[in-house]
């Protein structure tokens, strides 16, 4: 997919799914439990142990299909750079680094970096990113997309952190156009129950779908 038709079809899916895993074959187990229960944005972490080999086997397993492989915890152009190669359709990091924006603008691939701040915020902007990351949402609550939207309605907010099946509505109703989902989602892989993972997945899809009036 084209820059364009990524951002098109997060809007539709609405959620996105953080992973970190302790290994490899850990973090390969939750991304197949995830998509099986329905969510297709799946952010793999740079602080997942083989992250970029990860990232080079999903794109090839998820070729064609409508999961969407994207890289989280991005800090820098290079890890972009590599990520990119790697297969990565999105690229997400918990602040925002003006040359990791340029790179991916470089090679038009979304990028959403994290803020905390309107001034942050417009920063972003004037970069030209794509989806403006919230980043920890817990630290604000629901209302703050609503708050950064008053004086920036052209903003496209996304918030992590903090982010449950119970209080997906909230983000969405305050202007959240997707959230982004990783602890809340991912609990039961701790203890090895992948199936849990799957059922979560499948919650967090339909309170999604029902803020946004689809179900």
Not at 157 to 170: A, R, S
């Amino acid at each position: 997919m084209n820059k364009e038709q990524v951002i098109t079809k997060l809007k539709e899916e609405g959620i996105v799914a953080v992973v970190r895993a302790e290994n490899q074959e850990q973090g390969e187990k939750l991304i197949d439990a995830i998509v099986a229960g329905g969510i297709n944005f799946i952010e793999v972490t740079m602080t997942v142990p083989g992250a970029v080999d990860i990232i080079k086997a999903l794109a090839a397993k998820y070729k064609d299909s409508d999961v969407v492989i994207g890289a989280g915890t991005v800090l820098d152009p290079e890890t972009a750079r590599a990520v990119i190669l790697a297969g990565a359709e999105y690229v997400v990091s918990p602040s925002l680094n003006e040359e990791t924006v340029k790179l991916c603008n470089r090679y038009r691939i979304p990028v959403m970096p994290g803020i905390m701040t309107v001034k942050e915020a417009v920063s972003a902007l004037e970069l030209g990113c794509d989806v403006i990351k919230v980043f920890p949402g817990n630290a604000f609550g629901p209302s703050i997309i609503s708050a950064f939207r008053g004086p920036l309605p052209q903003g496209v907010f996304m918030p992590t952190g903090g982010v449950d099946v119970d209080n997906v509505e909230k983000w969405m109703k305050a202007g959240a156009v997707a959230v982004g989902t990783g602890s809340n989602l991912t609990a039961g892989a701790k203890t090895g129950d992948y199936a849990a993972v799957t059922a979560k997945a499948e919650e967090f899809v339909a309170a999604v779908r029902k803020a946004q009036g689809r179900c």
